[in-house]
């Protein structure tokens, strides 16, 4: 079984990182997504916040090759989802005492998928908006992470639409108390 370990995500990963999330996006959205709408997704909402690379709070599986395995990470920040070219940002710290964490863009290699980084970065990021004071976390998933997410003890609430670059997609909005 291949062996990866966590560290925090530095922005010279940023080039390996995207191109982790567009084969990520590419072959584990097949069968939930159309190839028009992976495309449109990966062209104006998944990608890299590099407020989170700031922040210290995103982090990469690396594993024995120094290879990214998957990435993700977590933010304190009012921003619910997508990359540094995606419109809809909020840049301002929320609250902890009344509003919730936000879990951020989580990507895993295709050849590297079940085999437990999704679950491992997720323990990570719930320890520390925890240890911030977080006491729930929130993210919009898509269709793919949806079991995922489930599976770590998040609920759903009812699906969203957004129209990106002309494409229609379906998110769902998840959230978990710490
Ligand atoms: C969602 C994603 C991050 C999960 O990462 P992962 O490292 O494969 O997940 P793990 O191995 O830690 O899985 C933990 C548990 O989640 C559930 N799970 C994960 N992927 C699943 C899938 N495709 N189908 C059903 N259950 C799944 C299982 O219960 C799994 O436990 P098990 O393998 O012991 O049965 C990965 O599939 C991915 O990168 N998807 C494409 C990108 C994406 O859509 N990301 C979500 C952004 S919001």
Redesign the pocket.
Known sequence: MERWQLRVAEVSDVPAIQEL?DS??RR??RG?YDSAQIEAAIAHV?GVDRTLLVDGTYFVAVNTDGLLR?C?GWSKRRTL?GGDQFASRDAAVADPAVERAK?R??????E???????????ARCEAEARAAGYRSAE???????V??????GYSAAESVSCTVGGVQLEFVPMRKAL
């Open positions: 999330i990520s996006a584990l959205s939930y998944f998957g993700g989802f879990i863009a989580f990507f895993v290699h295709p590297s998928a079940r085999s437990g980084i999704g679950r491992a970065l997720l993210l919009m998933s898509t269709l793919p992470g079991k995922f997410y489930k599976a770590c």
